[in-house]
């Protein structure tokens, strides 16, 4: 099993910067990569970021890319979603994940790939 504990959320003016950590503990070597996804009220959970352990390769949504950045900290087992020039659309519950099935790009974009999710972090950007 693993277990992923999100943080960093809160309310931000539009065009500000927030950083979301998950940290990640138990079976983390079982793992191949970690992603973000967030889902607003009345939407579908929706894909945000990953990166792959194998070559440190990031996905990005087309809605995020270029404002938002997903790194790693190995020695922690923590992974940052570094998210800048937020809009109000961007406001959503933020929820880690972690899977461990071979990481290709296609499917790492989908929820049914992860295996493990954490409790979520709320982000609101006010305008």
């Known amino acids: 099993q693993v277990q992923l504990v999100e943080s960093g959320g809160g309310l931000v003016q539009a065009g500000g910067s927030l950083r979301l950590s998950c940290a990640a503990s138990g079976r983390t070597f079982s793992t191949s990569a970690m992603g973000w996804f967030r889902q607003a009220p009345g939407k579908e959970r929706e894909f945000v970021a990953a990166?792959?352990?194998?070559?440190?390769?990031?996905y990005y949504s087309d809605s995020v890319k270029g404002r938002f950045i997903i790194s790693r900290d190995n020695a922690k087992n923590t992974v940052y979603l570094q998210m800048n020039s937020l809009k109000p659309e961007d406001t959503a519950v933020y929820y880690c994940?972690?899977?461990?099935?071979?990481?290709?790009?296609?499917?790492?974009?989908?929820?049914?790939?992860?295996?493990?999710w954490g409790q979520g972090t709320q982000v609101t950007v006010s305008s």
């Open positions: 994940a972690a899977g461990g099935r071979l990481a290709v790009s296609t499917v790492i974009r989908r929820t049914g790939w992860y295996d493990y």
């Open positions: 990166v792959k352990w194998s070559d440190d390769s990031t």
